[in-house]
């Protein structure tokens, strides 16, 4: 079958995040097997689909899996694999898809921007789990649960420049969240371009540093929007690879808007 890579939130190669995209022709095979093709590809997520019965709630049922787990939520590599339906003729106009996480919704623009829609993160203030401080390298200012499905710990630090230099030890992050954290702080620099920044580490499913997270806007939307004043922000994540993602709070939906790359389309044999 066939295996691409892309690369998602991302207007060029080699930026974004890498997802690996596999369309199935029927129903998912063996758990097994899906871990070990997302072991084999070693990004952070690869996404397997394939197409429903028409007349039901969606059109396409969708899966994620990192490196060593499945995951309930995954923003970037719904993306990708919206973008390889739109461009393989897989599927035109909007694209329902199902997960473990409900149905969600990847509207294509005219401009070749996506739009995605997604369930807003509930996010719950709670102590600053112990430890936490030392992991980061870096003074918390506060805490948020962000909910099962996406269920990181979301962190608030005091300075654009402490998020940007953050150095954590990965190994002591792992008893702070169920999956990850998420740190972000307001944007200093104007030219960024952005309103927020963010970086998000989740070695508890086998990923240092994501290099852009989808699914963390979905908390990271309704924390800043109501601090800014404003729905509709762009934030940076400013990993290595870097990626920007327009969000758009729409009260239990939050909307996430980029672009993705094919950067690998090839022949899976295993």
């Known amino acids: ?24 022709d029927d129903v998912f095979p063996d758990d097994d ?7 084999e590809v070693n990004h952070s997520e690869t996404a397997f689909a394939h197409r429903l019965p028409e007349g039901g709630e969606a059109d396409w049922a969708l899966r994620w899996f ?3 787990t499945e995951v309930a939520m995954c923003g970037h590599a719904t993306l990708a ?13 909007p694209v329902r898809f199902a997960t473990r996480s409900g149905v969600v919704i990847a509207t294509p623009g005219e401009d070749g921007e ?5 369930p807003t993160a509930p996010l719950t203030e709670v102590e600053i789990p112990e430890g936490l401080a030392e992991a980061l390298g870096a003074e918390p200012v506060a805490a948020f649960d962000t909910g099962p499905d996406v269920g990181d710990l979301l962190v608030e630090l005091a300075d654009e420049k402490t998020v940007l230099e953050l150095t954590p030890d990965h190994r002591e992050l792992t008893g702070c969240s169920s999956r990850g954290v998420i740190v972000t702080a307001r944007a200093e620099d104007p030219t960024l371009g952005c309103d927020f920044v963010s970086r998000c580490f989740f070695p508890n499913v086998g990923i240092d540093e994501d290099p852009v997270t989808g699914s963390a806007h979905t908390a990271l939307a309704p924390y800043w929007s109501p601090r800014l004043g404003r729905d509709d922000l762009t934030g940076l994540q400013a990993s290595r690879r870097t990626g920007v993602i327009r969000t758009g709070l729409r009260g239990e939906r939050t909307l996430l808007r980029g672009r993705a790359v094919t950067v690998i389309d090839g022949e899976l044999l295993a």
């Open 33 to 39: 097997w899906l871990q070990q093709v997302a072991s």
């Open 81 to 93: 694999t919206a973008h390889v339906l739109y461009t393989t003729g897989a599927h035109e106009g």
């Open 1 to 24: 079958m066939r295996i691409r890579i892309v690369d998602a939130f991302a207007d060029l190669p080699f930026t974004g995040n890498p997802a690996g995209v596999l369309l199935l």
């Open 66 to 68: 990192t490196p060593v």
């Open 114 to 118: 996506i739009t995605l829609d997604f």
